[in-house]
């Protein structure tokens, strides 16, 4: 994959890049000004004149990130939406330059979206492990033996040591960075006809089961009215409350209703499943009657 999808992507890409490298520099007066009329007086204009003069740190930063794979359009666009932050959040009187403070929020926003969008699978979501995938790849040029395939074991001690990581946490990323994505639709081996794809077991229910299963269960639901019917209408209520409601009710609250008190709830309750169960070990053997 490279930083640029297609001839049209990059030649407008290109288009932009050039016009915002055109845009004049602020001085550090015309910065303060333009940055104070927006925080003060929410001045659009400033905005935009302070934005397009910053454009440039955008650009800067998304081509240090090109070679991730990912559209430098959409690289820069991210690193927009990191300015835009930076605009917000910036207090002019604290006397610290823009361009310094927005850097900061324009890297962040475009390392986020390689992240995001490196691998399907999740890269790193803590701090050390954002660290480590930014970083791990130039340390380990740094070491001697570069041209091995994994690191060796005083390798990742040295890395784990400069980042202020466990080893552990290393060797993860070194494995993540190795690994690339694989689409199942590719090929098993070079020249097969199976795909991956194809090597993923059906998880979905066997039809036989789900029949049995829905057989199974109005089998239940049939026995259980049937054994209903043979309760009082308070003994019926007590069992629809507590066993037969997807919010039951406390025995506290059936007895409020009914008022009666707590524990006679609770004897009605056991008489109700006595009487319940006795029916259906007499006539559970017959289901000729469902059918």
Known sequence: MTAFTNDETHKADLTYVREVMREPILSREDELTLASAWHDQHDEKALHLMIRAYSRLVVSAAVRFRHYGLPMGDLIQEGNLGLMQAATRFEPERGVRFSTYAKWWIRSSIQDYVLRNWSI????????????????????????????????????EKI?????????????????????????????????????????????????????????????????????????????????????????????????IMRISKERVRQLEARSLRKMRFYLLKNIHDVKEIL
Do not use: C, Y
């Open 160 to 256: 784990a040591e400069n980042l202020n990581v466990s080893i552990r946490e290393v060797e993860d990323m070194e494995n993540r960075l190795a690994a690339h994505d694989l689409s199942l639709s590719s090929p098993m081996s070079e020249g097969g006809a199976e795909e991956w794809l194809d090597s993923i077991p059906d998880i979905r229910p066997n039809p036989e089961n789900v029949a049995s299963d829905l057989f199974d269960a109005t089998v239940r639901n049939h026995w259980i009215k049937s054994a209903l019917r043979n309760l009082t209408p308070r003994e019926r209520q007590i069992i629809l409350s507590r066993h037969l409601s997807e919010n039951p009710m406390t025995l506290e609250a059936i007895g409020t």
């Open 121 to 156: 699978v999740r890269t790193g979501s803590t701090a050390a492990q954002k660290q480590l995938f930014f970083n791990l790849r130039r340390l380990r040029a740094q070491l001697a033996n570069v041209t091995a395939e994994t690191m060796q074991p005083e390798d990742r």
